[in-house]
């Protein structure tokens, strides 16, 4: 089945600083990548998706780029602010499979 | 709309005992399904249900079973709860399967004693 790392597992950034978190994925069939935002103790909301027949997608300050040949995607995010602190999760599934396979998950801190 | 609702909030079991998790949603989604979330483990996906009618294992099904009532309701049950089962529990569902959007419910916090 799917495996998708996630890393850092942690990630301390100054306001107004950028992030990059990056996973990696083992199927090379996997064709749809989203990300997901999950604030404390609340629940996971998507915040940006990327499909494998593009490379990079943008909306506003998050981007993510997708790598099929070296099977890794990572999330970008400018200008980070306190708000942005959260847990973000990457995960990886294929169009005709049935299940979203959730890397670890990364807890990012933005210090104002 | 209210979206996905999942009931209860929080519970606490004694080993041993059952009980079922409750998930509902308004959106006329096909898909549903079931996560738990331990620390430092993502989301791993329980049981899902393509669509109505249907219901599949998913990464980890030991110890639970699944109910898909009707198009809405998709229900979680813990016939003899163990320590190991102490987990958030979330529900989610998406239009038509895992490349859609998936949308979470609340989460369910529970302890097994």
């Known amino acids: 089945g799917e495996n998708v790392e996630q890393h850092p597992s942690t990630l301390s950034v100054q306001e107004g600083d950028s992030a990059v978190i990056k996973c990696t994925y083992s199927d090379s069939a996997s064709n749809y990548f989203p990300w997901y935002k999950q604030e404390l103790g609340k629940r996971p909301q998507l915040i940006i998706d990327?499909?494998?027949?593009?490379g990079e997608k943008k909306d506003q300050r998050i981007a993510v780029t997708l790598n099929k040949t070296a099977k890794h995607f990572s999330l970008h995010i400018t200008e980070t602010q306190p708000e942005d602190s959260a847990v973000y999760f990457c995960?990886?599934?294929?169009?005709?499979?049935?299940?979203?396979?959730f890397g670890g998950g990364t807890r990012l801190m933005v210090k104002p | 709309n209210a979206g996905v609702t999942q009931t209860p909030k929080f519970q606490v079991l004694k080993t041993g005992q059952s009980m079922t998790l409750q998930c509902a949603q308004d959106?006329?989604?096909?898909?549903m399904y079931w996560y738990r979330q331990d620390p430092g483990m993502g989301l791993r996906l329980i049981y899902y249900?393509?669509?109505?009618?249907?219901?599949d294992k998913g990464e980890v099904p030991n110890g639970y079973n699944v109910s898909r009532l009707n198009k809405r309701e998709f229900s979680l049950r813990l016939e003899s709860a163990a320590p190991s089962q102490t987990s958030v529990y979330f529900c989610?569902?998406?239009?038509?399967?895992?490349?859609?959007?998936?949308?979470f419910g609340p989460g369910t916090r529970l302890t097994v004693l």
């Open positions: 249900s393509a669509s109505e009618g249907t219901t």
């Open positions: 959106m006329n989604h096909n898909s």
């Open positions: 995960a990886a599934s294929r169009n005709a499979g049935n299940m979203l396979t």
């Open positions: 990327i499909r494998s027949n593009v």
């Open positions: 989610a569902s998406s239009p038509h399967g895992v490349s859609d959007t998936q949308y």
